[in-house]
């Protein structure tokens, strides 16, 4: 397949040029990446980096057991390790002190899972189960000990074992923060709140199409949250405060607004296909391409490109720095 | 809805006949933008994988992917994020159809993030999930579908997508209330326009990727109706059946699926040699039909007909000459080359004994080339008795044609050598 897609390649670089100042040529590599790059998934844990790959699950520097055939998501609890195969309908929990597995089967398509007080919540997003309670949600996201699953076509953001919230359908992704969930509409260009204690909704205006947010700061008693949104059609990461809550809001005399900041100002975009991931932890920020399989490192002035043809969920902030897999090992890479 | 490119996509074997194909390899070379290139690529792979072409089926997908592929980048490079979403949504269903089921999922999920407001978008993740062999996340998305759907034929699309998943996981009751629906709407004054357009434009092509209101419209209603006849015939409302296959044909007279099932469930052999004799004439290749065709065979009326009962009757020398010029038409077809490599028959043959079998003799005279030297010497040495049947000028032993060097009393058992084989007889001599 690769001597095919090359070969296709050659007219496409007239003159001889160099082969990343084609489009032609670059759109080639995002070619080959595809049939590769999926079926890997790394995050960090108390213990370190974990990754799985070829149906294998390793800690790195530690143990290694078998995994799931094709992983799709991977999350850590305080002292377990959950794989996915929403394909095949498979999990695999390690604990990670000692790589003592469990195989285990489960509903149709588990697209997320949680570990939440010591216990394992596996959503079955085509099953319509959180484990054994039905459910219809896409999402799931823990916050202060508290479960919250949203459905991006019902648009219900459901407290497991408390209210429900009825919102907009469709958003792309949901993070929560405290008591205030955050989630973005690409389609309207909005990120929306709701505050989970009173029930109040907000919304901001941002970029033009917003897929991702991570926190990037605020969230004190006199600050907003600064939203990190990863907006691919603008190709910039936009910093936004969020709207207050109501009663935070009220409490301060005064409703705070946007502030919508396209990182690099005016110039030419540091992200030349767009971001649409973006992961945080306190001043480490990195965004993601999923059309490219790109991972960038970037602050406030510059982005910097850490790897390439990495799979959606194949990369993680650590405790200094990001850690990937490459194909063959993890790689790291020390950033403070 | 006209600029849609919409998926139907279609468990049973599908009509392919080479009239179509050439419309489809027409419909290709007049493509320019991505969707109609699209469209064409992946109509065409449907139609070669029909006809059990499956190299040139993978090629067409390939080829489909490809074009895909760089539109996703190129919109997204471009800031479009709507044709982003729309292409990447064709690389998985064309990923899917090339049995890449990690990558096809993970795009699938990709556009999941940008455009789950798009009920195409759903019901692409579940054409894609249908052919990679996942019926329950199919029922998902096409449900998915169903409920962000807006405008009447594409909602019609989207139930039958659902419908189609929907017995692919035994659910049959939901499935045939809403194939009912949709035939019913479609058949209804609300797409009065479409049907007189459908007249008009003589539209009868179906494709599994149809571009245009009447092209999906005519794809739509012959593959709805299909699917609640094979759910009516299946549970035997065999008259509620007949009605739907008959009229799938008032929509094209040559649908083979119809002919086929019609001919299952004919009254009488004349009306199923009849039946039969136009399905092959147009798909000669499908399996589905070559399977009900061997378990009830009529009077052979096209070549395939005849190339299958031969292979029915264990007749395979003539079977294999029937195949072989068909072969050189269809050099590719992966259905010739399964049924020619079956005309070859067991691998090792048995010499007959003393007083032959019909069987014996049959697997002497299709294997006889294929005898090892010591076979040979060993059967010039032996002699067999028979008793011989004589037609006119036609003799068999035990039904098998022969044809014999000698003299002999028709009324005695005759002893005699075999010396080879020359057409559909074996060559014998009498035994002095």
């Known amino acids: 397949m690769t001597w095919k897609r090359r070969a296709w390649l050659q007219p496409a670089s007239p003159g001889g040029g160099r082969a990343e100042a084609t489009p032609y040529v670059w759109l080639a590599l995002g070619v080959l990446l595809q049939f590769s790059a999926f079926g890997q998934v790394l995050t960090n844990t108390s213990r370190g980096v974990v990754v799985a790959h070829d149906r294998r699950m390793e800690l790195v520097g530690g143990w290694t057991v078998d995994g799931v055939q094709n992983a799709t998501m991977i999350v850590a609890g305080g002292d377990r390790v959950v794989v996915l195969d929403a394909l095949h309908n498979e999990a695999v929990v390690v604990e990670l002190a000692n790589g003592r597995s469990k195989r285990m089967k489960t509903a149709e398509t588990p697209i997320d899972a949680a570990f939440v007080n010591g216990r394992l919540y596996i959503l079955a997003r085509d099953a319509r189960l959180l484990n054994d309670m039905p459910l219809q949600a896409d999402m799931l996201e823990e916050a202060n000990g508290k479960l919250y699953a949203y459905s991006r076509v019902t648009g219900l953001l459901h407290e497991i074992g408390g209210r429900t919230f009825r919102l907009k359908p469709f958003a792309a992704d949901l993070e929560l923060d405290g008591t205030t969930a955050y989630l973005t509409y690409p389609r309207e260009a909005r990120v929306r709140t709701v505050d989970l204690t009173s029930g109040v909704i907000g919304e901001v205006a941002v970029g033009a199409v917003p897929v991702d947010l991570a926190f990037a700061g605020g969230g004190t008693a006199l600050s907003a949250r600064i939203l990190a949104v990863a907006d691919p059609s603008a190709k910039r990461v936009w910093l936004t405060e969020s709207t207050q809550s109501t009663a935070a809001a009220v409490g301060r005399g005064f409703l705070r607004g946007v502030l919508g900041l396209g990182l690099f100002g005016d110039r030419a975009s540091q992200f030349p296909t767009g971001v649409d991931r973006v992961e945080t932890k306190g001043r480490l920020w990195i965004a993601y391409d999923s059309s490219s399989g790109t991972l960038y490192h970037f602050d406030r002035k510059q982005s910097r490109v850490l790897a390439r043809n990495l799979a959606p969920h194949a990369f993680a902030l650590t405790e200094n720095g990001v850690a990937w897999w490459n194909g063959t090992s993890v790689a790291e890479k020390r950033l403070r | 809805m006209t600029a849609l490119v919409l998926a139907v996509l279609l468990a049973q074997a599908r009509l392919a006949s080479d009239f179509e194909l050439a419309q489809m390899q027409a419909q290709l070379a007049r493509a320019r933008d991505f969707q109609s290139q699209l469209s064409a690529r992946l109509n065409l792979g449907d139609v070669r994988a029909a006809r059990n072409e499956t190299s040139l089926a993978r090629a067409e997908y390939t080829t489909a992917y490809e074009l895909a592929e760089r539109e996703r980048l190129v919109a997204r490079r471009n800031s479009s994020l709507t044709r982003y979403a729309n292409a990447t949504s064709y690389a998985a269903l064309a990923q899917a159809k090339l049995g890449r089921a990690a990558t096809s999922f993970a795009l699938l999920e990709e556009v999941a993030r940008y455009a789950s407001d798009d009920a195409e978008s759903w019901n692409l993740y579940a054409s894609a999930m249908r052919v990679l062999g996942h019926p329950r996340k199919a029922v998902s998305a096409a449900r998915n579908a169903v409920a962000t759907a807006d405008e009447p034929l594409d909602l019609a699309v989207y139930q039958h997508a659902l419908a189609t998943a929907l017995i692919e996981v035994d659910n049959v009751t939901e499935a045939e209330r809403l194939l009912v629906t949709v035939t019913t709407a479609l058949r209804s004054e609300k797409f009065a326009p479409l049907q007189q357009e459908a007249a008009r434009q003589e539209a009868f092509e179906v494709y599994s990727s149809a ?173 067999f008795t028979s008793n011989v049947l004589v037609n006119g000028d036609r003799a068999t032993i035990e039904g098998v044609p022969v044809t014999i060097q000698g003299t002999f009393d028709v009324h005695a058992p005759l002893t005699y050598r075999i010396l080879g084989a020359a057409g559909d007889a074996l060559l014998v001599e009498v035994a002095r």
């Open chain 2, 211 to 383: 571009r245009g209101d009447v092209a999906a419209y005519v794809a739509l209603l012959n593959r709805a109706q299909l699917r609640l006849a094979w759910l009516y015939e299946k549970r035997g409302a065999t008259g509620a059946a007949r009605e739907q296959y008959r009229r799938v044909l008032e929509g094209r007279s040559d649908d083979v699926v119809a002919l086929t099932a019609l001919a299952r469930l004919a009254a009488d052999d004349a009306e199923r040699a009849r039946l039969y004799a136009e399905a092959f004439e147009a798909n000669p290749f499908s399996l589905a039909l070559i399977r009900e065709y061997r378990k009830a065979l009529t009077t052979p009326q096209t070549d395939m007909q005849r190339a299958l009962v031969h292979l029915e009757r264990g007749e395979l020398r003539a079977a294999r000459a029937v195949l072989d010029e068909l072969l050189v038409k269809f050099p590719a077809n992966e259905t010739l080359r399964g049924l020619r490599r079956e005309a070859e028959g067991v691998a090792v043959v048995s010499l007959p004994s003393a007083s032959p079998t019909s069987r014996e003799l049959r697997a002497l005279l299709e294997g006889f080339e294929r005898l090892t030297p010591e076979q040979r010497a060993a059967l010039d040495a032996m002699t």
